[in-house]
């Protein structure tokens, strides 16, 4: 493979002129980079006011979606549901259902935080909050979890 006249713009914002006779006169030079996307790997679920899924604490977590819903029936006591976690230290309200004040009521609420995702805090409690009884809920987390990248806290 001939390379003459051609020029490639390198990561360093240097042009390299490629005069060369041959690809494998070029090939020292050329380092290829590949971005692995992650894939997920962590998806929990509960139906009752607890811990869903306890961050690692050496490795990075990214949560991508949620799930939250509920059935309140007569008699039940009721008013809000969630998911909690810390995000840079602070407490933090993720996905709710709130302001129910119907006697017979079933709500449901979904997110998707895209591929990416949310940085949770390391070591740390999401959880399914509660206020009152309801006949039934149910919370559903999706993430994944990856190494901790040079300058990650």
Known sequence: MKLNNRSIALDTNRI??????????????IQPTVEIKPRLNIIKSVVTDQTIYTTPTDKDFYLTNTYISMCKAAGDTGSAISINAFIDGVATLILSIGG?????????????????????????????????TYTSKRALIKGYTRETTKGSM
Do not use: F
Not at 110 to 118: K, L, M, S, V
């Open 16 to 29: 390299l002129d490629l005069k060369a006779e041959s690809i494998s006169d070029v090939m020292p030079m």
């Open 100 to 132: 129910i004040t119907g006697t017979v009521d079933y709500q449901s609420v979904a997110e998707n935080y895209g591929q990416d995702g949310i940085k949770i805090d390391k070591g740390t409690i999401i959880n399914l909050s509660i206020t009152g």
